[in-house]
């Protein structure tokens, strides 16, 4: 036959459908989705039951993690070994789930996002929780299945004498559906099952009252009101609103600081706070001037103000809006309950529990019925022997077939017959004989109250009860462990603030260096020699000023940039380039640097001897590309600018020639060439300022002195002139 022959035709859109269907069924059924019962994921349940087949009970060591992913991908989860080593780190950490199942030695990770160590490095055992998942395991209470090798068998569903899913939630996600279940507190679900087992139709209003919402491993507070958290709990889905606790630490004349001490749950610390510290640098929230972390292995996050006048409320509102100081928590309570995929209410997730406890304890006390019922037909046989005690030794001693002579002669069966030919010599002392007949007479008692059990739904509830209440006591909010984390807010006020708000202005001084660095210092009155620059850089301009002010910068291309003040980098680095902030020339160089408060007018000049008289308003720019003020002919470039402050305005040139001349001979103008203000036979003009003629013309020389020249009648004259030598003693960097 030809091989071509064995193939069959198909539709595309059939093989498709057959196909994704099975990977589909696969995702949901066999890893992304808990079972309502357990609250376990194959994987998880994987996990704890080939641990409690190492005998790694809370009591016993340690085992290497490496060990036990190996026997759980050898035996039972044929996928990748850091898929199941992932699992078993997340279920060691006490960030990541509520009540953790697994006790980790060695390091697992923290909750800064850092990764656990090695597999080999790390050692696992079970939890006490762990334990109460597996209780009753052997006494045929759950069902089990064959593994994917069919050589050994794996539980369907663990007997679970703990709430898991709702005590440590879960989230996964698969196809066409997903989960996302939040943790609990422990003694409000005992406290709602209590109730439940005795009112299974009990109102959600009542239900809110024993479980007020989630709780969370790294607590944090739930802002969200009854209403909306009763309607998640009725419908299965939602969204829960969670954020950072916080408190203020006054220190010392009115200074304050904010300590956030608990952070939303599944939030990265690392990553939180590069979110914050990024928001600073952006200067997205002004009025926050730091953060730092002081954690230890509690949460210590530091939140420094800019002064001691912000409001902490408007402050923290901000961060909760910009960062992830709070967090919506997505509720989606989707289980698998009895092989069907369902979004339950909170209702059905209590009962399905409770019902399978139920059902664990029916078939616990059936299996140890039989058990108590195969021992006492054993001990009647023992008794028989004790009664005929001689004869039995004669038969045993004499008869080829000891076992079929004993049987017909007392009327025993298979079992009784074995068990007595298996007895110990000593076990024929009177004293042996006294300790069957109680142990006897203490089965019978014990066979008849299973049996009531077996037969009374009452007495069972009140088993299941009894049982729920011992873990009520266990993890009550009285223990560490226990005790609520999550503070729930049912009346909390959202505060609708601006996030556009402006930073509070506060003294400061801008730095620019001769390479083009710029930054802010906070304060005045630096001391510039401690003030730091790139090897082979120096200071051009230190300006004092406000953090909320504009600042106007005048380059030789005569155009005028406009920055905000608060856009500047701050700190004690080198600053940034002055040319990633406005679009600046390599041979562009910075003639001036002013506040806009200053307000009045400027007087400029270009190097071939061009000015006018300027006002601020007509110099402010949003483009990056800045303002042309000052038209400049080819090869000529603005030179230099002085603040009208008063009624004359001096012009010296490259020759050394100064000449004075009074305010009102130059023109007024928003921007062009302007007029000629000093005429050279050779060089260009140097620098232009103005004064008052009657207080004479102050200087300021290069070593910062004050130089005042008061006899400068010849100097007058009329814009245009050529003007005469300085005077002597004139500085020279003018």
Partial sequence: MNLIDQYKDIEIVDALEERYLAYALTTIMDRALPDVKDGLKPVHRRLLFAMRQLNLSPNSSFKKSARIVGEVMGRFHPHGDQAIYDTL???????????????????????????????????????????????????????????YDEVDKEPIVLPANFPNLLANGSSGIAVGMATSIPPHNVEEICNASLHLIKHRNMHFDKLIDFIPGPDFPTGGEIFESKDSILNIYKTGKGNIRIRAKWEIEKEKRGVWKIVVNEIPYQVNKGKLIEKIAQLIIDKKIPILDDIRDE??????????????????????????????????????????????????????????????????????????????????????????????????????????????????????????????????????????????????????IEKSILGKLIKSEDIQWKEVSKEIKEIKKDFSKKTDLGKRRTKINYNAEILDIDLNFSEPAEPITVVLSKEGWIKTLKGLDHDVAEIKFKDGDDLLFIHETMSDEKL???????????????????????????????????????????????????VIASKFGYGFIVSFEDLISNRKAGKQILNLSSDDEAISSDYLKGTNIAV???????????????????????????????????????????????????????????????????????????????????
């Fill in 89 to 147: 780190v997340r279920l060691a950490q006490d960030f990541s789930v509520r009540w953790p199942l697994i006790n980790g030695q060695g390091n697992f990770g923290n909750i800064d996002g850092d990764n656990a160590a090695a597999m080999r490095y790390t050692e696992s055992k079970l939890t006490t929780i762990s334990e109460l998942l597996l209780s009753g395991i052997d006494e045929e209470c759950v069902d089990f299945r064959l593994t």
């Fill in 552 to 602: 106007l910068i005048f380059s030789s291309n005569g155009k005028f940039y406009t920055i905000d003040a608060s856009q500047l980098p701050s700190g004690r680095g080198y600053g940034d380039p002055l040319k990633l902030l406005i679009d600046l020339q390599d041979d562009d160089k910075i003639i001036s640097l002013y506040s806009f408060s200053q307000a009045g007018e400027l």
């Fill in 652 to 734: 010296i040139g490259e020759n050394k020639k100064m000449l004075l001349f009074n305010q009102e001979e130059l023109p007024r103008m928003s921007k062009g060439k302007g007029v000629r203000l000093q005429k050279y036979k050779e060089g260009n003009l140097k620098s232009i300022i103005s004064f008052n003629y009657s207080e004479g013309l102050n200087i300021v020389d290069n070593n910062g002195r004050n130089r005042n020249f008061d006899d400068i009648e010849n100097w007058l004259g009329k814009r245009g002139q050529a003007g005469r030598k300085v005077p002597k003693g004139f500085p020279r960097n003018f």
């Fill in 295 to 444: 954690s230890d292995e509690s949460i210590r996050l530091i939140l420094v103000p800019r002064n001691r006048d912000v409001d902490p409320e408007q402050l923290m509102e901000a961060l909760f809006s910009l960062s992830d100081l709070e967090t919506r928590f997505s509720v989606n309570l989707n289980a698998i309950n009895n092989n069907i995929p369902k979004v339950h209410n909170l209702r059905d997730l209590l009962l399905a529990w409770i019902d399978h406890r139920r059902d664990v304890l029916v078939r616990r006390s059936k299996f140890k019925l039989n058990q108590i019922k195969t021992r006492m037909e054993i001990l009647s046989g023992y008794l028989i022997v004790y009664v005929n005690l001689d004869e039995v030794i004669k038969i045993i001693r004499e008869e080829d077939e000891p076992k079929i002579k004993l049987k017909k002669k007392f009327d025993l069966n298979e079992n009784q017959a074995n068990s007595i030919l298996n007895m110990r010599l000593r076990s024929l002392r009177k004293l042996e004989e006294l300790k069957i007949k109680e142990e006897y007479d203490s089965l019978k």
